[in-house]
């Protein structure tokens, strides 16, 4: 775990400076999560964390095409997938998704702009459900206390996940 908790730190930074998660990054926690699980693992584990890494993606690519997660946000959850398997992943990402929520209602809580937000997200709900058109979701990269960065919360799940938490 501690060269993903290392990649993670990385992440974080250009995630937060730059708003991008490097390929690189993502690319160095993947290889060295099969390699360290071609070590310890038989093959048909690799077959197995095959099978999760395409599940995996296959469940949160809808939310990139909604423009709600980014796709360096899929690779991210996808590289942990490499370290973290079964029940354990699940509660990893449930845990991910529940501290983004909570991030999302204080940034609400705190700033104008993000309760514009929330109004936004309602019509675009409404259209959603009375129309069945699914349009591409807007986020303003300028408006950054709408942002979330998932990097954050994900590597809080991930810290707590070590420590035993959960």
């Given at each position: 775990?501690?060269?993903?908790?290392?990649?993670?730190?990385?992440?974080?930074?250009?995630?937060?400076?730059?708003?991008?998660?490097?390929?690189?990054?993502?690319?160095i926690g993947?290889?060295?999560?099969?390699?360290?699980?071609?070590?310890?693992?038989?093959?048909?584990?690799?077959?197995?964390?095959?099978?999760?890494?395409?599940?995996v993606f296959l469940f949160l690519y809808p939310f990139y095409l909604l423009g709600a997660l980014g796709a360096g946000d899929i690779k991210l959850f996808i590289m942990v997938a490499c370290y973290i398997k079964g029940e354990q992943l699940m509660r990893y990402l449930l845990v991910t998704m529940l501290l983004a929520a909570v991030?999302?209602?204080?940034?609400?809580?705190l700033y104008e702009e993000s309760?514009?937000?929330?109004?936004?997200?309602?019509?675009?709900?409404?259209?959603?459900v009375m129309t069945g058109a699914m349009d591409e979701y807007q986020v303003d990269k300028?408006?950054?206390?709408?942002?979330?960065?998932?990097?954050?919360?994900?590597?809080?799940?991930?810290l707590l996940l070590c420590t035993g938490i959960y």
């Open positions: 775990m501690g060269i993903l908790i290392g990649v993670f730190c990385v992440v974080i930074f250009m995630d937060w400076r730059f708003y991008r998660i490097p390929n690189a990054c993502i690319v993947i290889v060295a999560g099969l390699i360290l699980r071609s070590v310890t693992y038989p093959v048909i584990e690799l077959i197995e964390l095959l099978g999760t890494v395409v599940v991030i999302s209602i204080l940034k609400m809580v309760r514009a937000r929330l109004f936004y997200l309602g019509k675009y709900v409404r259209k959603v300028k408006q950054r206390n709408c942002i979330i960065r998932l990097s954050i919360p994900a590597f809080i799940s991930l």
